[in-house]
């Protein structure tokens, strides 16, 4: 059990005066750990001695706080300082005599310092984790909560299941006015209390409680959740037991979105969900909104699937008894009818306006970030409205640079044929979709330069759309196209009236 304590404003601006004069940010953390980044962290937990810590603050406060190892404590007096040292003794990061240990690990991530518990002893003796184990921000699934986190303005920010508070910590002294950060370990709030002193953030408040229990009736523009979201059999580590089917606490998480989302709030929640027989996450996920899912849109942002079978095989190689609990979680995957297990993005948007909802699922590729996934938030909103169809035909299009047409031919008495014609991209996400005849047509021509009715025009004087569509139905049939990504909408629309038939095309 950590021996952390919540001390005096002066040791806390002690200590991070240390951190602050050695440099210890991020990026000189991965240079010294010669790691690309955070998330490549736990690639080596058990990392050689770096052969120059002793030289400076930066390798000792990294020998201790971060590799864990002992260090003399002449060697830590020297580059550190007596004053430093003694802080942190009063704070309860270290602990020994002639030779020093840290009690917690502590390191840069997110712009601030973070506390968390260790992964290993200092005499790399087996290290007894804690049921209620505060999970370290460090290791790759963290960083990557951390890198799609949406850091668009917002006042009231929530962070639950909050862990360390890193995602509230980053926000209070970003994005956010004000943070809060629940979790239902109490001790986990302990170290979310500390870390806020240890940065000096004062618009930010930590407390224990079940979820949203803590808010009352208080509501929120931005709610973000790590949550545990791991299958399991049997309870084991409060930061991953998410129950039998690994969604327990994620869907308790959205179900409280009407009570504590304010409108025109965002929820975003990276954790793993499945498919099941006839009902894909994202539908899952919108019935348990309940009776208010009409307020709410939902969108799935896939990072990667796994087979069930596979997800079981991985989960039960440590237990006990692994074939008993293996046989247990086929029977348990089959009973609830598992396709695929799926972990995502997800976000949830209550809208503030009355307009249809919309519910959408993509696959991210390997460059696909947040500004990309709120960019297509904010398109499918767009085209929920009700004048979008108007706004759209009077809007310029150009193709996504990154699209790729296929087209595939049958042999006939005439030769060959076209027969399907297929759109591809991989970015800003990995869509495919079959289209309609006059695709090539159009993407010969989408530069950016004309609206799209001035397309609609060109191309029913070739002849190449069917008879009788009208411009409605060909902006539903480039919305489908925008909204896949293969299609891009270059600004806003025009304020000029739409043109009647006559009006010059690209082909005339």
């Known amino acids: 059990m950590t021996s952390l304590r919540i001390g005096t404003d002066a040791e806390f601006a002690t200590v991070r005066a240390c951190l602050e004069s050695a440099g210890l940010d991020e990026a000189r953390l991965c240079e010294r750990l010669g790691i690309a980044s955070l998330e490549n962290f736990e690639e080596d937990f058990e990392r050689a001695e770096m052969d120059d810590w002793e030289a400076d603050a930066t390798g000792v406060l990294i020998q201790l706080f971060v590799e864990g190892h002992y260090v003399d404590r002449s060697v830590a007096a020297a580059r550190l300082g007596a004053e430093s040292l003694t802080a942190m003794f009063a704070l309860g990061l270290i602990e020994g005599d002639e030779m020093l240990a840290a009690t917690v690990a502590l390191y840069p991530t997110a712009g601030v310092w973070i506390a968390s518990d260790r992964w290993n002893s200092p005499d790399r003796t087996p290290y007894k984790t804690p049921q209620d184990v505060v999970y370290p921000s460090i290791v790759s699934n963290a960083q990557r909560f951390l890198r799609f986190l949406p850091e668009t303005p917002c006042e009231r920010m929530l962070d639950l299941c909050s862990g360390t508070a890193f995602a509230a910590l980053r926000g209070a002294s970003t994005f956010a006015q004000k943070a809060w950060a629940f979790d239902i370990s109490t001790r986990a709030t302990l170290f979310a209390e500390f870390n806020a002193r240890l940065n000096a953030v004062s618009n930010f408040e930590a407390a224990a409680g079940d979820l949203y229990e803590p808010a009352g009736g208080q509501q929120f523009d931005r709610i973000v959740a790590h949550p545990p979201y791991v299958p399991v059999l049997r309870p084991k580590w409060v930061y991953q037991d998410g129950g039998e089917d690994g969604e327990q606490i994620v869907r308790r998480c959205v179900e409280g979105l009407p009570d504590h989302l304010a409108p025109g ?80 993005v997800v976000l949830v948007q209550r809208r503030d306006e009355e307009r249809p909802v919309f519910t959408i699922r993509r696959q991210n590729s390997a460059s696909t970030t947040i500004t990309e996934i709120l960019s297509a938030m904010e398109l499918e909103t767009w085209m929920q409205r009700a004048d979008a169809a108007e706004r759209l035909l009077r809007s310029r299009v150009r193709v996504n640079p990154g699209a790729e047409l296929q087209v595939r031919h049958m042999l006939s008495e005439e030769g060959w044929q076209p027969q399907e014609y297929m759109l591809r991209t991989s970015h800003p996400f990995s869509m495919e979709a079959r289209t309609e005849t006059w695709a090539p047509f159009l993407l010969a021509q989408c530069d950016g330069g004309h609206t799209v009715y001035e397309h609609f025009l060109g191309l029913q004087v070739e002849e190449v759309i069917p008879e009788g569509t009208s411009p409605e139905d060909f902006a539903q049939a480039i919305q489908v196209l925008i909204s896949g990504g293969l299609l891009e909408v270059t600004g806003a629309p025009s304020d000029a009236r739409l043109p009647d038939d006559s009006a010059p095309h690209p082909n005339s």
């Open 265 to 344: 709030g965002l929820f975003y929640l990276l954790a793993m969900g499945s498919d099941r027989r006839g009902r894909p996450w994202e539908r899952r996920v919108r019935s348990w909104l309940g009776d208010a899912g009409d307020a709410f849109d939902v969108g799935v942002f896939v990072v990667r699937t796994l087979d069930p079978e596979e997800f079981a095989v991985r989960v039960v190689v440590n237990s006990e008894t692994p074939p008993d609990d293996l046989r247990a979680f086929r029977q348990l995957f089959g009973q609830l009818g598992v396709k695929q297990m799926v972990y995502a």
